[in-house]
């Protein structure tokens, strides 16, 4: 199994280009981020990177987590997928989570299909990624479940448009990991884990991937899972339960 660091929850507490460094000296083989990557020099990244795989970025998620949904703010989110894009190229990133922000406009549907399309067609080498997040943590977020995401993939209607399938917030609206995963696979481009309801280590809390890991990889999961958790003390202190699937 190959697990991919976070760096927008790991390490938190150091400088960006550092937490890549700490990532690797951690054994992790994949790097994912936030939208960390377009405030650093590209060439110092790549620098840094040193040929890692980078699973994939978010695009800018600002004080509302993305705009793609807001009605209004068409031109910056334009912006926002476009420089993510540029960046993602750069540095050889798979994915661009495009972040809808935190809308109940009906017409951010439109908007977000809009939007997706638009960047499907200019990058087809690049998966475009929705991510459902729950109210729970998300309060307002224009695509608070599975269900929502589905809808929006289906009506996006391209096949580099895929979502992000975060453990976590499935979670919390529904449950069912696995025979939801199922159900969806072919629309889901990316898994993520924490542990269940506290969001700390995956051997912390409700979810057993101890059996949901192997399940997903025999359903046809071919990817990094992302570890986008909230470490109990010190990363490296907690990486126990990545060890166990690795040995």
């Known amino acids: 199994m190959l697990f991919s660091a976070n760096l927008g929850f790991l390490w ?13 000296a951690a054994g992790f083989t994949h790097l994912e981020f936030h939208d960390h990557a377009q405030s650093e020099d590209v060439e110092a990244l790549k620098d840094a990177i040193n040929g890692m795989p980078v699973v994939g970025i978010n695009a800018r998620m600002g004080p509302t987590n993305g ?6 703010m068409e031109a910056q989110a334009k912006e926002d997928i476009a420089t993510a894009i540029a ?36 990058a087809p080498e690049i998966t475009m990624l929705v991510e459902p997040l729950c109210p729970q ?28 399938y975060d453990c ?44 949901l890991l192997p399940a997903f990889v025999k ?8 570890c986008e958790y909230n470490p109990r003390t010190t990363v490296e202190e907690g990486l126990g339960w990545r060890d166990a699937f690795t040995r």
Do not use: W
């Open 137 to 164: 943590a998300f309060a307002g977020y224009f695509v608070p479940s599975l269900e929502k995401g589905v809808e929006v993939i289906e009506k996006t209607d391209r096949p580099n448009a895929k979502i992000m």
């Open 12 to 24: 938190k507490d150091r400088p960006f280009l550092e937490r890549i460094k700490a990532a690797r």
């Open 168 to 211: 976590y917030h499935m979670q919390r609206t529904g449950g069912d990991i696995l025979a939801r995963y199922e159900a969806n696979k072919d629309l889901i481009g990316h898994i993520q884990i924490a542990g269940g309801l506290t969001r700390a280590e995956p051997d912390d809390g409700e979810l057993n991937y101890g059996f």
């Open 87 to 122: 960046v993602a190229r750069a540095i050889g990133a798979k994915a661009v989570h495009v972040m809808s922000g935190r809308t109940e406009d009906p017409a951010g549907m439109d908007l977000l299909v809009a939007r997706l399309r638009e960047a499907c067609d200019e």
């Open 219 to 226: 359903a046809g999961y071919d990817g990094p899972f992302g």
């Open 67 to 72: 705009c793609a949904a807001i009605p209004g």
